[in-house]
């Protein structure tokens, strides 16, 4: 076989995308980061009624090329949380509880389950809030990094990995940016406030599970 890591990882990515479809997700794999931009021109937006969009903090939305195609995208009202330039931390955080009320709404996720589950812990809570309910819409973008085999695994990806390397790069005052471990701190800074489990998708198909075929995102 000449890509042996290539077939791995399509394998794996099919056999995830198959466990979400049954839980009521819409789901697609992406080859290459550069695909997802295809993937929701084509596959979303061009069958979406949705006239507003936003978005929660995501790196993946960043590094697929995404929020620059969608930021100043002619045909949606676009609220680019992102954009703080000008704003006051009270505005900042208004213009987030607003983004709940887009049709269409972008994020990450912490971790994957195989068995076709999200799994996530936010700090101010605005993503999962979106993920949970509000948005008629949402995108979910997922590198391979973030499958894992079991809730276990993912709870441990995210308190002993993705927090501690968020907490790093967001320079926060918390003892997992020292040490790379979760201490289940009392800061003031912590970022690990409240966890979700999403199983399936309400109404099926409403959220929208893109798994791309490279390592992106913490």
């Not at 931009?37 to 937006?45: A, D, G, R, S």
């Not at 995404?66 to 992102?82: A, I, N, Q």
């Not at 309400?202 to 390592?215: C, S, T, W």
């Amino acid at each position: 076989m000449k890509n042996p890591i290539d077939a791995y990882w399509k394998t794996r990515l099919e056999s995830v995308k198959e466990n979400l479809e049954a839980n009521n997700f819409t789901a697609f794999v992406a080859d290459t980061a550069e695909d997802v931009k295809t993937i929701v021109e084509n596959e979303i937006l061009a069958k979406s009624e949705g006239k507003t969009i936003s978005w929660g903090g995501s790196l993946t939305h960043v590094e697929t090329g995404l929020y620059e195609m969608l930021k100043d995208r002619e045909g949606l009202d676009v609220l680019d949380t992102y954009d703080k330039k000008g704003y006051t931390p009270e505005e900042v955080l208004e213009r987030r509880r607003q983004s709940l009320l887009s049709d269409i709404f972008v994020t990450g996720t912490n971790a994957v389950i195989e068995d076709g589950y999200l799994v996530n812990l936010d700090m101010i809570g605005n993503r999962i809030a979106a993920l949970t309910f509000g948005p008629k819409e949402v995108i979910v973008l997922v590198g391979r990094n973030k499958i894992v085999p079991d809730l276990e695994s993912a709870m441990d990806r995210v308190k002993n990995y993705a927090a501690p390397v968020n907490a790093m790069r967001l320079d926060m005052k918390t003892p997992c940016a020292k040490t790379g471990v979760c201490h289940d701190c009392k800061s003031p800074a912590r970022i690990c406030n409240t966890w979700t489990i999403t199983e399936k998708s309400f109404p099926q198909g409403r959220v929208k599970v893109i798994l791309i075929n490279a390592d992106l995102g913490f």
